[in-house]
């Protein structure tokens, strides 16, 4: 039984290593898609305090917290002094993964 338990245990930390690495992998292609109908209402003219797209000063504090930081406030909401962010940009209806890809199309556009 105890042979089990560890191999079980092995096997579970080996997918969720691997799922970690997969939600690491996010498509910036689909992003843009994203950015364009949801994100750009906000980080194309800086509305409430929003980091617009493409100004690598404001967001390069940002992208040096990490793309776990990013996508997290991004799909939770965020409250900083500059400004405010609404869970998923305000459409509830988008996935995590959809988040994440808007969120690393911005982050390329503004490096």
């Known amino acids: 039984m105890?042979?089990?338990l560890s191999a079980a245990f092995c096997a579970l930390f080996i997918v969720s290593v691997g799922?970690?690495?997969a939600k690491a992998a996010y498509d910036e292609?689909?992003?843009q898609a994203v950015y364009e109908t949801t994100c750009a209402v906000c980080h194309k003219v800086g509305?409430?305090?929003a980091?617009?797209?493409g100004d690598k000063a404001g967001w390069k504090p940002r992208i040096d917290k990490g793309m776990?930081?990013?996508v997290d406030n991004a799909v939770k909401g965020f409250k900083g002094a500059a400004g405010v962010m609404p869970p998923k940009g305000g459409k509830a209806t988008l996935t995590e993964a959809e988040v994440g890809n808007a969120v690393a199309y911005m982050v390329k556009q503004s490096k």
């Open 47 to 49: 509305i409430m305090g």
């Open 51 to 53: 980091t617009k797209l």
């Open 29 to 31: 292609a689909k992003g």
């Open 68 to 70: 776990t930081v990013l």
């Open 19 to 21: 799922s970690t690495e």
């Open 2 to 4: 105890s042979r089990f």
